[in-house]
């Protein structure tokens, strides 16, 4: 005989997730299917870690489903989603730093760390740029777009846009060249 006592039964959704209507689910199945392949293109080109990039990918969309409600009427909500994705890679680099200068400072002698490795050498050099660099290349070349929508999902001006991958690019020109010269 099952103790009903024990038997888990599903949270009910607080007063600020409500069940999303027919109409709404539809939608985001519909921006889901539209943007989550590009999504990990996107985490995998900014984390610099193929095996995080789905889940990067995954909490945006988790991000996106609960706020759909309000995402849903923005201009852009795949704006919304790839700024997302951006920032949960970012702050996934930044606490893979920390733990990774934490555990040499402690464990030096102990330790073998393997950076990740992307499958090409241009998308390798790309993993050593500086964040905002490496979203606005990422952005350009992999999701294809214009200067201005990189700038309104990395919330930057158009000029600072325009620079970073003015800068981006001559720093991966000079990568580049270095590795092909040894």
Known sequence: MIDRSE??????????EAPLS??????FEDFFRREFVGLVALAEAVSGDPAAAEDLASEAM???HRSWPKISGYDKPGAWA????????????????????????????QLVIAAPQADHPVWAAVATLPDRQRAAIALHYLEDLPVAEIAHILEISVSTATSHLHNARTNLAELLAEGSNR
């Open 7 to 16: 038997v888990t039964t599903l949270e009910r959704p607080t007063p600020t």
């Open 22 to 27: 027919l109409a709404q689910n539809q939608g």
């Open 62 to 64: 988790s991000r996106a």
């Open 82 to 109: 790839r700024r997302v994705t951006i920032n949960l890679a970012h702050s996934r680099r930044r606490k893979r730093k920390r733990r990774d200068a934490f555990v040499r400072s402690h464990r030096a002698d």
